[in-house]
């Protein structure tokens, strides 16, 4: 049997309504920026893999430090035991987030990256015998799909079933140039009428929302005001952390840290899945106690993994390299110059660029996942081009090694659509 008869017999895939979705395409391996099919097509991967494959596929450095890595220890649990696959991320990562970030937890998703951070705010108030339920997060913010991370995503095409369940969340607008005060107010209305225990928010640009980005000077105020009244930061960085905004993480554009970052995704470039969630030294104390149920009672059976942590270790060397930082303007230049040439296309509304993301709103009314969504889809695809749109935004969000010419097609793909759709 093909790929793909047994896929349709037997495998059900995330965010698919099977019963009118046409079927997946097979993909037998794929190298750098290019994706190849079984049937000998190849796709310029325009969303490096979800945001995962940022040094490009089967990088042969990440590949030769994992294969090493394999022929010394394998799995072992991380409770009572350590590692130096684990220590040495420890320190390659603590050294490029921001200064005030201390202590690192291993999960093994994005997903569960948050879903422990907020346990560690609720914890953490309640450690302190001080009891607050309640979260704060952004409108339309998205942050996994376990119970507590989708309490505090607001797009409820995820969450419809399931939001009788979710734990107690407030939510804001994010910060534009004009509503600053209006959501500072509403963000102290809701400080002043419910016990608040964190405030979870995407740094800069919200993803799964399209792309959506909003301004440091709003989120700094944002931020201030929640740490003035001891509620615990959480920053979702699984998306827009390593590289993808121009710095490190997105919280370096801004002066106010979070006490809590949630990491996954090009963490590990791609390879195997693991995330962190990491805390600042006060957060982490507030845990250490006699009483041994004030610890942090949460694991993973795969936590601090030795190969996916010689995949991240692998990763985090690239990422600083001179190579790949000179990659990540170069990008940034490119979408920078291709948003000025089509910003005046009626097609083409809020052209923005933000590191490597570029993203607009095809002026076309379409549902997230409707069948004009998929014809788009579907248009990028006959043109060798795997891009994703979010109903009707179209975002770039490329590996850092993609060449010149792969731009090129990608940018010429979408100038396409804006004249068909």
């Known amino acids: 049997m093909s790929i793909s008869a ?3 017999a037997h495998i059900w895939h995330p965010l698919t309504q099977h019963k009118t979705s046409s079927a997946p395409i097979p993909i037998v391996r794929a190298k750098g920026a290019v994706l190849y099919a079984e049937d000998g097509k190849e796709y310029i991967d325009g969303i490096a893999s979800w945001y995962t494959s940022m040094y490009g596929h089967c990088h042969s450095y990440i590949i030769e430090q994992v294969t090493a890595q394999m022929n010394t220890l394998d799995q072992i649990v991380f409770t009572g035991f350590t590692h130096q696959p684990a220590t040495t991320l420890a ?28 346990k560690m705010a609720l914890q953490y108030h309640h450690n302190k015998d001080n009891k607050r339920n309640t979260l704060i997060a952004f409108e339309d913010g998205f942050h996994g799909d376990t119970f507590g991370a989708m309490s505090v995503s607001g797009l409820s095409v995820y969450n419809g079933p399931f939001e009788d369940y979710f734990l107690k969340v407030e939510r804001i607008p994010t910060p534009k140039e004009d509503n600053l005060d209006e959501v500072l107010q509403a963000l102290q209305t809701i400080i002043d009428t419910h016990p608040c225990a964190g405030f979870v928010y995407e740094p800069l640009v919200q993803g799964a929302a399209g792309m959506q980005m909003h301004h440091a000077t709003g989120l700094e105020a944002i931020l201030q005001l929640c740490k003035a009244h001891d509620i615990i930061t959480i920053a979702d960085e699984v998306m827009t952390g390593f590289g993808k905004t121009g710095k490190h993480f997105a919280s370096l554009h801004l002066a106010t840290y979070p006490d809590i970052m949630c990491l996954s995704k090009a963490l590990t470039a791609g390879l ?4 962190l969630t990491t805390c600042t030294q006060e957060i982490y104390d507030a845990f250490l106690d006699d009483t041994v149920s004030k610890g942090f009672f949460h694991a993973h059976t795969y936590s601090a993994n030795p190969i996916a942590c010689a995949a991240a270790i692998a990763g985090i060397d690239l990422l600083v ?7 990540i303007q170069h990008i940034q230049e490119r979408h920078t110059a291709f948003a000025k040439a089509i910003k005046t296309h009626p097609k083409a509304l809020n052209v923005r660029v933000k590191g490597v993301i570029f993203a607009f709103e095809l002026n076309t009314k379409m549902e997230r996942y409707g069948s004009l969504r998929n014809q788009l889809f579907k248009h990028f695809m006959d043109r060798g081009v795997a891009l994703r749109p979010l109903g009707n935004t179209i975002y770039i969000l490329p590996p850092f090694v993609i060449s010149d010419a792969q731009l090129d097609t990608i940018y010429k793909a979408i100038e396409e659509a804006l004249e068909v759709f």
């Open 321 to 327: 390299s001179e190579e790949i930082q000179h990659k």
């Open 272 to 275: 195997v899945p693991m995330s």
């Open 91 to 118: 320190q390659k990562v603590l050294a490029i987030l921001p200064d005030n970030q201390q202590k690192i937890f291993f999960n093994d998703n994005g997903s569960t990256a948050v879903e422990a951070g907020i």
């Open 6 to 8: 047994i896929d349709q």
